[in-house]
């Protein structure tokens, strides 16, 4: 029987759903705390209403490893400054390594080539204990900073797992980066030790980052170490030997004695920084905790995803990218985090469903970007692959069109579950999540995740609904920032987050909070389209443009010009051929009957690329600003943007259009 609404790209069927971790937590939690919990939605609620029950539920479900308990859950309803599971010491790690007993390899390393390998869960404690021994007897002690230049690989997680254990605080990112552009990030934190590589595989190409490695050792006169891993096998040539820092080999950094010992942290001692994007200035360097990241990875692993110890978790990510912390994270449940850290679309565009199907993977983690590239090369993997293990898609660093919905769906099978989520490297998670007893309709989030106060405000600070308004979060939660880095008296976490309604963290999110409970995202807010005094979000647009077969991507910009006009351009990615006016005007057919006229651009303009971050969000607001005439250096760092000269493209062209007009 067909579908009666298109939209509804997953219902609950008890046959397909079966029994979850998120249906036994909530039965454990309502017999606890007596209190009726029917369904997610009540759950969701309960999480809001008694976070100090809910939070100290979670602990005692996962049976949370600490050598101290805690004194009590959280400080308070302020934000910024609260303090949660106060008095506890414990250390992240001792949950990772706990699972001896969990089925199949703890990590699987699948490499660009097709090599493979695995390693067993001693092995995996062996060598973090080998590893944390070594940073020891370097001298490092908590507190203390080990980064990583690391392609996501077995290694980046055996060093991030050997600092966190010695309470050293890990900054990671991968050698796609420049040298000088990692500098940017990792100077910030004055580390002690350097794990680095001098080359790395991507799109069936070796890529030499030799000098990349020694300018940044050079960069860094905070460094007592420098642990060279070689990428692949493959030896790489020595450091200078006027580098400074000693210069260790990975392996020998693992190799003997692997005993584990974990240094006993207080719940908030920082356990690793993020950074952010660094297209609107200097990366952020974002504090996260031991215990904040502990418990909200549960929740967001264990119960969102339902992952159970032994399965497999693939999530295509980069060290760049909060994705990959959640990836190290999926060993705190005892499942498989699968590690791959080549091209998607090596050899072809089915590479990353090859590995869904050979891993036997239970959650595939990508891009709208992944699944755009698959609906264009004609992929149908369910038909194609073996997907009987996979039960759920999740989709984040952009929204999610309707479209795309609907066709990851209709080529995966009636049993995966595509669901899309959104949250962002200042939490490590999800602020708008899924569970498999809740439907998911195309192009919206089935919704909030479990302990997050969401909101959707309009500009006076007041709840909207089934209409546009800003992404807040109106209580605290555990994996807020504990700082920003260098920012002694809090001033730039509160401007970057709780300036706009003080007291209420505003995400910079555009977002519509329907009736019914699901959500929407329409792109950031700090990029939004304003027509005529109506203001919406480049997301509307990218849906109805690129569910066009003759577009493989677009990129809209709303911007303010010097002589007071207003300036909507559409640029766009042709899957082939040239842009004539009639495929113009099928464009603006579209948007105007889909979405609606004010949403028709002044002019579509054809583009050989869309520059995006190295996390794969569309570099909106620095297009904005060169167009607006911004020097590209005042507003980006090259070094943040996956292809560097489309910005020169850009400023060439609005040059172009400054030329005409004069």
Same mark, same amino acid.
């Given at each position: 029987?067909?579908?009666?609404?298109?939209?509804?790209?997953?219902?609950?069927?008890?046959?397909?759903?079966?029994?979850?971790?998120?249906?036994?937590?909530?039965?454990?939690?309502?017999?606890?705390?007596?209190?009726?919990?029917?369904?997610?939605?009540?759950?969701?609620?309960?999480? +809001?209403?008694?976070? &100090?029950?809910?939070?100290?539920?979670?602990?005692?479900?996962?049976?949370?490893?600490?050598?101290?308990? %805690?004194?009590?859950?959280?400080?308070?309803? /302020?934000?910024?400054?609260?303090?949660?599971?106060?008095?506890?010491?414990?250390?992240?790690?001792?949950?990772?390594?706990?699972?001896? &007993?969990?089925?199949?390899? =703890?990590?699987?390393?699948?490499?660009?080539?097709?090599?493979?390998?695995?390693?067993?869960?001693?092995?995996?404690?062996?060598?973090?204990?080998?590893?944390?021994?070594?940073?020891?007897?370097?001298?490092?002690?908590?507190?203390?900073?080990?980064?990583? %230049?690391?392609?996501?690989?077995?290694?980046?997680?055996?060093?991030?797992?050997?600092?966190?254990?010695?309470?050293?605080?890990?900054?990671?990112?991968?050698?796609?980066?420049?040298?000088?552009?990692?500098?940017?990030?990792?100077?910030?934190?004055?580390?002690? +030790?350097? *794990?680095?590589?001098?080359?790395?595989?991507?799109?069936?190409?070796?890529?030499?980052?030799?000098? $990349?490695?020694?300018?940044?050792?050079?960069?860094?006169?905070?460094?007592?170490?420098?642990?060279?891993?070689?990428?692949?096998?493959?030896?790489?040539?020595?450091?200078?030997? &006027?580098?400074?820092? #000693? *210069?260790?080999?990975?392996? $020998?950094?693992?190799?003997?004695?692997?005993?584990?010992?974990?240094?006993?942290?207080?719940?908030?001692?920082?356990?690793?920084?993020?950074?952010?994007?660094?297209?609107?200035?200097?990366?952020?360097?974002?504090?996260?905790?031991?215990?904040?990241?502990?418990?909200?990875?549960?929740?967001?692993?264990?119960?969102?995803?339902?992952?159970?110890?032994?399965?497999?978790?693939?999530?295509?990510?980069?060290?760049?990218?909060?994705?990959?912390?959640?990836?190290?994270?999926?060993?705190? *449940?005892?499942?498989?985090?699968?590690? %791959?850290?080549?091209?998607?679309?090596?050899?072809?565009?089915?590479?990353?469903?090859?590995?869904?199907?050979?891993?036997?993977?239970?959650?595939?983690?990508?891009?709208?970007?992944?699944?755009?590239?698959?609906?264009?090369?004609?992929?149908?993997?369910?038909?194609?692959?073996?997907?009987? =293990?996979?039960?759920?898609?999740?989709?984040?660093?952009?929204?999610?069109?309707?479209?795309?919905?609907?066709?990851?769906?209709?080529?995966?099978?009636?049993?995966?579950?595509?669901?899309?989520?959104?949250?962002?490297?200042?939490?490590?998670?999800?602020?708008?999540?899924?569970? #498999?007893?809740?439907?998911?309709?195309?192009?919206?989030?089935?919704?909030?995740?479990?302990?997050?106060?969401?909101?959707?405000?309009?500009?006076?600070?007041?709840?909207?609904?089934?209409?546009?308004?800003?992404?807040?979060?109106?209580?605290?939660?555990?994996? @807020?920032?504990?700082?920003?880095?260098?920012?002694?008296?809090?001033?730039?976490?509160?401007? !970057?987050?709780?300036?706009?309604?003080?007291?209420?963290?505003?995400?910079?999110?555009?977002?519509?909070?329907?009736?019914?409970?699901?959500?929407?995202?329409?792109? #950031?807010?700090?990029?939004?389209?304003?027509?005529?005094?109506?203001?919406?979000?480049?997301? &509307?647009?990218?849906?109805?443009?690129? !569910?066009?077969?003759?577009?493989?991507?677009?990129? *809209?910009?709303?911007?303010? @010009?010097?002589?007071?006009?207003?300036?909507?351009?559409?640029?766009?990615?042709?899957?082939?051929?040239?842009?004539?006016?009639?495929?113009?005007?099928?464009?603006?057919?579209?948007? /105007?009957?889909?979405?609606?006229?004010?949403? +028709?651009?002044?002019?579509?303009?054809?583009?050989?690329?869309?520059?995006?971050?190295?996390?794969?969000?569309?570099?909106?607001?620095?297009?904005?600003?060169?167009?607006?005439?911004?020097?590209?250096?005042?507003?980006?760092?090259?070094?943040?943007?996956?292809?560097?000269?489309?910005?020169?493209?850009?400023?060439?062209?609005?040059?172009?259009?400054?030329?005409?007009?004069?």
């Amino acid at each position: 029987m067909p579908n009666a609404d298109p939209d509804l790209i997953w219902s609950v069927d008890e046959t397909r759903v079966g029994p979850t971790r998120m249906a036994d937590f909530t039965a454990f939690a309502a017999k606890r705390h007596g209190v009726p919990l029917a369904d997610y939605t009540a759950l969701q609620r309960w999480s +809001v209403a008694d976070p &100090d029950a809910f939070w100290a539920t979670v602990w005692e479900w996962f049976d949370v490893r600490a050598s101290t308990p %805690y004194e009590r859950v959280r400080s308070g309803p /302020r934000m910024p400054g609260t303090e949660w599971f106060a008095g506890a010491t414990l250390n992240y790690v001792d949950q990772v390594l706990r699972h001896t &007993d969990a089925p199949g390899p =703890a990590v699987v390393e699948i490499l660009e080539s097709g090599a493979r390998r695995e390693i067993g869960r001693p092995e995996l404690a062996r060598q973090v204990g080998a590893f944390a021994r070594t940073l020891r007897g370097l001298g490092v002690r908590p507190g203390d900073r080990v980064a990583g %230049y690391l392609s996501n690989s077995a290694p980046a997680l055996v060093a991030f797992l050997g600092s966190a254990a010695v309470g050293a605080v890990w900054a990671g990112c991968g050698p796609d980066l420049g040298g000088e552009t990692a500098l940017a990030r990792l100077a910030q934190l004055e580390p002690v +030790v350097l *794990v680095g590589t001098g080359r790395y595989h991507f799109a069936g190409k070796a890529h030499d980052r030799e000098a $990349d490695l020694a300018r940044l050792v050079a960069g860094l006169p905070s460094l007592r170490a420098v642990v060279v891993v070689d990428d692949l096998g493959e030896p790489r040539s020595e450091l200078p030997a &006027d580098t400074g820092p #000693r *210069v260790v080999r990975f392996e $020998d950094t693992i190799s003997g004695d692997g005993a584990l010992v974990t240094e006993q942290v207080p719940a908030g001692h920082p356990l690793w920084v993020l950074f952010s994007s660094g297209t609107t200035g200097i990366p952020k360097g974002i504090v996260h905790g031991h215990a904040g990241v502990l418990v909200s990875h549960l929740v967001a692993l264990g119960l969102h995803s339902d992952l159970r110890p032994g399965d497999r978790y693939f999530w295509y990510t980069g060290t760049n990218w909060m994705l990959w912390n959640m990836v190290a994270s999926v060993l705190l *449940v005892g499942a498989t985090p699968v590690l %791959y850290a080549g091209s998607p679309t090596y050899p072809d565009a089915d590479r990353l469903w090859e590995i869904v199907a050979s891993e036997r993977v239970r959650y595939f983690g990508t891009s709208p970007g992944h699944l755009r590239l698959s609906a264009d090369a004609g992929l149908t993997p369910g038909r194609t692959h073996e997907l009987s =293990a996979l039960r759920t898609i999740g989709v984040t660093g952009s929204p999610l069109s309707a479209n795309l919905a609907r066709w990851t769906a209709d080529v995966t099978g009636p049993d995966v579950q595509v669901v899309s989520s959104s949250g962002g490297t200042d939490v490590v998670g999800a602020f708008l999540s899924a569970a #498999r007893s809740l439907p998911v309709r195309a192009g919206e989030m089935p919704a909030a995740a479990l302990g997050v106060a969401l909101d959707s405000f309009d500009s006076a600070g007041r709840p909207v609904r089934d209409e546009v308004g800003e992404l807040v979060v109106t209580a605290p939660m555990p994996a @807020m920032p504990l700082y920003l880095w260098n920012d002694p008296d809090g001033s730039r976490l509160r401007e !970057a987050y709780f300036a706009t309604y003080p007291g209420v963290w505003r995400h910079g999110d555009w977002l519509t909070l329907t009736s019914r409970g699901t959500a929407i995202i329409h792109g #950031r807010s700090d990029s939004t389209l304003n027509r005529h005094g109506v203001r919406f979000g480049s997301a &509307d647009i990218y849906d109805v443009v690129e !569910a066009l077969p003759e577009i493989s991507e677009a990129l *809209v910009i709303g911007a303010e @010009m010097p002589d007071g006009s207003y300036w909507m351009p559409l640029f766009v990615v042709l899957t082939e051929g040239i842009l004539d006016e009639p495929l113009r005007e099928r464009i603006r057919t579209a948007l /105007r009957t889909k979405a609606s006229p004010r949403h +028709v651009p002044d002019e579509i303009r054809q583009v050989p690329a869309v520059p995006h971050t190295r996390t794969g969000k569309k570099v909106e607001v620095p297009v904005k600003r060169i167009l607006q005439g911004a020097r590209i250096d005042a507003v980006v760092s090259r070094g943040a943007v996956d292809d560097p000269a489309l910005l020169d493209f850009y400023e060439q062209l609005r040059e172009d259009r400054l030329g005409a007009a004069r």
